[in-house]
């Protein structure tokens, strides 16, 4: 029998949720807000002065031909890395879910890669693929393809997904393992009776049984790759070669902290943070139709 709790006026409800109230709003609410504010103002370097200047800054932003060009990066960025870390931790859940010899053994060490941090997620890809001290940057110089990302855009912007979405395996990892487990085996072992090989399972059975698991990651991703991508990108290439790697997020880095420009870099993180819920709005109004629960 199930019992139903019932508080007794509403001072214990709301003191129970007052310590994530405070959380939410010291570190969400006031930063948006302070963000939201200096946007809308132009400050000198050292904070000295500051003038009101209503929309300007959003207006030397969006005709900024750099803005715009991190804008480009930032869609081919994200996409690129939620796209690769879905792919490859629905693979590795589904040969992980098999029945094989220390299952245990690989889901605990795909776990792993979770709990390090971004800078040193990206350290690691810079020792294995710098040119010079790197294993595979050496073997790639060691075969002629003149693999230097420092001076090569394309390669700067491939290595920064394949760290970035490493980083993001796990996370998607346990999401669809928990998503596989959930699945009736009786469901599976029917259609293995009725003569449906495993890609045909997977595809009719396993996939759709999946999807709103994917959608949750799908958001998920996308989130990461605009915002918790930072670290990654200035460990590892610090936005360049020249802006081949710098997204809206380490834009507004570069803008704020390196050029000292408070008002345009506020103005830049409003506009991120409204793309950010328009495109997460967007997803759940017309990619969601597509989602079974």
Same mark, same amino acid.
């Given at each position: 029998?199930?019992?139903? !709790?019932?508080?007794?006026?509403?001072?214990?409800?709301?003191?129970?949720?007052?310590?994530?109230?405070?959380?939410?709003?010291?570190?969400?609410?006031?930063?948006? *807000?302070?963000? /939201?504010? @200096?946007?809308?103002?132009?400050?000198?370097?050292?904070?000295?002065?500051?003038?009101?200047?209503?929309?300007?800054?959003?207006?030397?932003?969006?005709?900024?031909?750099?803005?715009?060009?991190? *804008?480009?990066? =930032?869609? !081919?960025?994200?996409?690129?890395?939620?796209?690769?870390?879905?792919?490859?931790?629905?693979?590795?859940?589904?040969? $992980?879910?098999?029945?094989?010899?220390?299952?245990? *053994?690989?889901?605990?060490?795909?776990?792993?890669?979770?709990?390090?941090?971004?800078?040193?997620? $990206?350290? #690691?890809?810079?020792?294995?693929?710098?040119?010079?001290?790197? #294993?595979? *940057?050496?073997?790639?110089?060691?075969?002629?393809?003149?693999? %230097?990302?420092?001076?090569?855009?394309?390669?700067?912007?491939?290595?920064? &997904? #394949?760290?970035?979405?490493?980083?993001?395996?796990?996370?998607?990892? /346990?999401?669809?393992?928990? @998503? #596989? +487990?959930?699945?009736?085996?009786?469901?599976?072992?029917?259609?293995?009776?009725?003569?449906?090989?495993?890609?045909?399972?997977?595809?009719?059975? &396993?996939?759709?049984?999946?999807?709103?698991?994917?959608?949750?990651?799908?958001?998920?991703?996308?989130?990461?790759?605009?915002? %918790?991508?930072?670290?990654?990108?200035?460990?590892?290439?610090?936005?360049?070669?020249?802006?081949?790697?710098? =997204?809206? /997020?380490?834009? !507004?880095?570069?803008?704020?902290? +390196?050029?000292?420009?408070?008002?345009?870099?506020?103005?830049?993180?409003? /506009?991120?943070?409204?793309?950010?819920?328009?495109?997460?709005? !967007?997803?759940?109004?017309?990619?969601?139709?597509?989602?079974?629960?």
């Amino acid at each position: 029998m199930r019992k139903k !709790v019932i508080f007794k006026g509403i001072a214990l409800p709301w003191l129970l949720l007052l310590p994530q109230l405070l959380i939410t709003g010291v570190f969400f609410f006031w930063p948006a *807000g302070q963000a /939201i504010y @200096g946007s809308f103002l132009r400050e000198d370097a050292f904070g000295l002065s500051r003038q009101f200047v209503g929309f300007e800054n959003f207006a030397e932003v969006l005709a900024d031909p750099n803005y715009l060009a991190s *804008g480009w990066t =930032t869609v !081919v960025f994200s996409f690129s890395v939620a796209f690769t870390a879905l792919s490859a931790a629905l693979f590795l859940a589904v040969q $992980a879910d098999k029945a094989i010899r220390g299952a245990n *053994g690989y889901k605990t060490l795909l776990i792993w890669p979770y709990a390090v941090a971004p800078a040193i997620a $990206a350290v #690691l890809w810079l020792f294995m693929f710098h040119p010079q001290i790197g #294993l595979f *940057g050496r073997m790639l110089n060691g075969l002629g393809i003149g693999w %230097d990302y420092r001076l090569n855009g394309d390669q700067a912007m491939l290595l920064v &997904i #394949l760290a970035a979405a490493w980083k993001q395996v796990s996370y998607n990892f /346990i999401f669809f393992m928990a @998503g #596989l +487990q959930s699945i009736p085996k009786a469901v599976l072992e029917a259609a293995a009776i009725d003569g449906a090989r495993p890609m045909r399972r997977f595809w009719t059975i &396993i996939f759709p049984l999946l999807a709103p698991t994917s959608f949750f990651l799908l958001v998920v991703n996308i989130v990461y790759a605009f915002f %918790d991508t930072f670290g990654i990108i200035h460990a590892l290439t610090n936005g360049g070669p020249g802006q081949a790697t710098t =997204t809206l /997020i380490y834009k !507004v880095y570069v803008d704020g902290v +390196q050029n000292l420009n408070f008002g345009s870099s506020a103005a830049q993180s409003v /506009i991120l943070m409204v793309i950010v819920i328009l495109l997460t709005a !967007v997803q759940f109004r017309f990619v969601e139709r597509k989602v079974h629960y």
